[in-house]
């Protein structure tokens, strides 16, 4: 059960509001595919020797994962752009196909595929931090873009990871101009506080000019409005983006509209194993509700079972060839 806020009205029951709309179209998910490295252990790390943990290596990438649980959550046409490494290439499109998703991957002849070390405390949090090597996945360039690949497109999404190179940055501009010609929405998860911090938080906002939907953490909302309460920060950015969704984990998610919290959506009660990948499932869970035409809060709603989902699996994607209901 959804917490309007007083006075505002539901937008959850259908209808073109703000990010709803009529059903049908493909996903274009443009963003990063790397290699997560997931050590699971019970702290506290023990510096100098060695801790005991369990290990695996999976696929990951906020942007590739955002677009296997938009498949997983009923979206049946969904694509992938990124960039890879050789070493890795094939790999990762032999895992992106067997998720349903329709990989649009540029090979890099130099730069090995990004590898991302996720240390996740094995306690009740299973809280994570990751150690991050880009690799190939933010030489994504103009070069690999062409406004063709909105054919058929009825939604766009950006990994905010394409904000932190040169390249990447030039590639979101060409794909935000294109967008605009074509009238195709985008949404955006700002996807790293850190990162942010280093890029500055006004360049960001600059370069993000034309995004239809927000997505941010609770930490990157605060971080991009200086506000410490998320309610206040996501009504905060409302005023600048059409749509807010901010998520906060645990608590839940908002949306938020003109400067204003529309609606509070609650958590689904999981058990967490492993939190990496939560903040995606949720992005590809509201977009794949948004794109069956469901209301921003429906879509939140979903958003917060698909969270729930992932939070009890290792690693940031659903099981491959799994629906919905699994």
Do not use: Q
Request: hydrophobic share 45%; net charge negative; charged share 20%.
């Amino acid at each position: 059960m959804s917490d309007a806020a007083p006075g505002a009205r539901s937008d959850g029951d259908g209808g073109p509001v703000d990010g709803g709309g009529p059903a049908g179209g493909a996903l274009l998910v443009v963003g990063d595919v790397v290699t997560d490295v997931v050590a699971r252990y019970r702290g506290p790390l023990a510096a100098g020797t060695d801790t005991v943990a369990a290990i695996r290596t999976v696929p990951g990438g906020a942007g590739a994962n955002v677009a296997c649980w938009a498949v997983h959550e009923g979206c049946d046409d969904v694509r992938l752009l990124g960039r890879v490494g050789a070493d890795a290439a094939a790999w990762h499109e032999r895992e992106l196909t067997a998720s349903g998703v329709r990989p649009l991957l540029v090979t890099d002849p130099t730069t090995p595929t990004g590898t991302v070390i996720c240390l996740v405390d094995g306690g009740a949090s299973a809280e994570r931090t990751f150690l991050t090597d880009s690799g190939a996945s933010l030489r994504l360039s103009p070069e690999d873009w062409s406004p063709a690949l909105l054919d058929g497109v009825a939604r766009l999404h950006l990994s905010g990871y394409l904000f932190f190179s040169e390249p990447s940055r030039a590639l979101v501009s060409a794909v935000l101009e294109s967008t605009r010609e074509r009238g195709v929405p985008v949404s955006l998860d700002p996807a790293s506080a850190g990162f942010l911090t280093e890029l500055g938080v006004d360049r960001f906002l600059d370069l993000c000019a034309g995004v239809d939907v927000l997505l941010p953490s609770r930490d990157e909302a605060r971080l991009l409005t200086g506000l410490p309460d998320p309610a206040d920060a996501a009504a905060e950015l409302s005023r600048r983006f059409p749509l807010v969704v901010a998520k906060l984990g645990g608590d839940g998610a908002l949306v938020a509209r003109s400067g204003a919290v529309r609606a509070r959506v609650p958590a689904v009660l999981a058990t967490p194993h492993d939190t990496t990948g939560a903040g995606d499932a949720f992005t590809g869970a509201f977009l794949a509700a948004l794109l069956a035409g469901a209301g921003p809060e429906k879509a939140a709603t979903a958003g917060c079972a698909a969270g729930a989902k992932a939070v009890e699996r290792t690693g940031g994607r659903p099981p491959a060839g799994s629906s919905p209901e699994d």
